[in-house]
């Protein structure tokens, strides 16, 4: 459905040196090529300055990039003339962080808006089929100062919808919401993607988004694209020091680094104890693994913190634990969980 090609995409930036003008030039993207089915909800991931929104505005030219080719269902977008361009763009709905709704406009006017070549009738019909669809009826005669974060952006999505797109740009559409309105935007998303299936993307810096709503992503840094693939292979094996940096904003095991910096009495070792990471790095773990090692090897298994959830249908995540025992059984314990594709991480040792 999207296909991207060498996107390069600069800006002009004015600095003042020894009193003299002159321009730098910014590449917020730089080389990028990507494809997105028909049908996926596609997320890119990035801090702020990555280049993520400005790579999405490329996707419907709303920035035109220096060079490369953007093409929509086989079709090269820039090389399309005026018109043609404006009627492509009508099958590509785009939502923002803050709404961007006419403020002296009804609901029902503001979602109205695209729809110039109907009837009254037709627009009626249409309106309030959106409404319905979006779960926001009984708001169609309010203005936007009368709705919430929440509410708003259901009308922003079913104005986005208006022209039946089959691809829905989503720019940090949950970042001014709260977590509970997000979980329900997302929902809302994902309800649509599957109704109309849509081809969705999801620009956005939080990884929580991610997780929650889309199958495969892109993570950018610097204009660039870092890594890409499988939802659940980037949260659980991420190969980028970016990518590590944002999975652990969302993991609970990133506080035994606070823990052991603290000193807190519940990672102090005894002698002979270890302490280590357990990493899920697989789709398919569903056993007992802790409760059968600590049997199987006759050792105590400590379980200090845990953050196992769902990604994409399947669990991800981990353990923080500490091992006592004898050495040599703790040392066979690892084996068997680095055999069950378990990534095993020691954090601190206190000798055999």
């Known amino acids: 459905m999207i296909e991207l090609e060498h996107i390069i995409k600069n800006f002009q930036s004015a600095r003042t040196t020894d009193k003299k003008d002159k321009k730098d030039s910014i590449h917020a993207v730089n080389d990028v090529s990507l494809k997105i089915n028909d049908g996926d909800i596609f997320g890119i991931i990035g801090f702020s300055g990555a280049g993520k929104s400005t790579l999405v505005r490329c996707i419907n030219l709303l920035e035109r990039p220096d060079s490369g080719s953007v093409k929509i269902d086989g079709v090269e977008m820039m090389t399309l003339k005026p018109k043609e361009l404006y009627k492509a763009r ?8 803050q709404f961007n709704l006419m403020p002296s406009r009804t609901v029902f006017q503001n979602v109205a808006y695209p729809l110039r070549d109907m009837t009254k009738e037709q627009v009626r019909a249409r309106v309030r089929e959106l409404l319905s669809l979006v779960e926001i009826s009984d708001k169609e005669n309010a203005y936007p100062s009368e709705l919430s974060g929440g509410q708003k952006q259901r009308v922003a999505i079913a104005r986005a919808l208006a022209n039946d797109p089959t691809i829905l740009l989503c720019d940090e559409a949950t970042s001014a919401l709260d977590p509970q309105t997000t979980a329900s935007i997302l929902q809302l998303l994902k309800d649509l993607n599957k109704k109309l299936g849509l081809t969705i993307v999801v620009i956005t810096h939080e990884m929580e988004v991610v997780k929650n709503i889309c199958l495969k ?12 693939g499988d939802v659940f292979e980037i949260f659980s094996n991420p190969k980028h020091t970016v990518t590590k940096n944002f999975v ?5 095991l990133s506080k035994i680094e606070t823990l052991i910096r603290d000193d807190s009495p519940m990672v102090r070792l005894k002698p002979g104890e270890l302490m280590a990471r357990l990493v899920y790095i697989h789709a398919d773990v569903s056993e007992p693994l802790i409760s059968y090692a600590s049997r199987a090897f006759d050792i105590e298994i400590n379980i200090i913190l845990a953050d196992v959830e769902i990604v994409a249908g399947a669990m991800v995540g981990g353990t923080v634990v500490i091992f006592n025992g004898e050495r040599e059984k703790i040392n066979r314990a690892i084996q068997y969980y680095r055999d069950k594709d378990i990534r095993v991480e020691v954090i601190k040792d206190a000798g055999a």
């Open 248 to 252: 652990r904003t969302t993991s609970n």
């Open 217 to 228: 992503a892109a993570v950018m840094d610097a204009g660039k694209i870092i890594e890409t």
């Open 90 to 97: 009508t099958k590509i709905g785009m939502i923002f962080q």
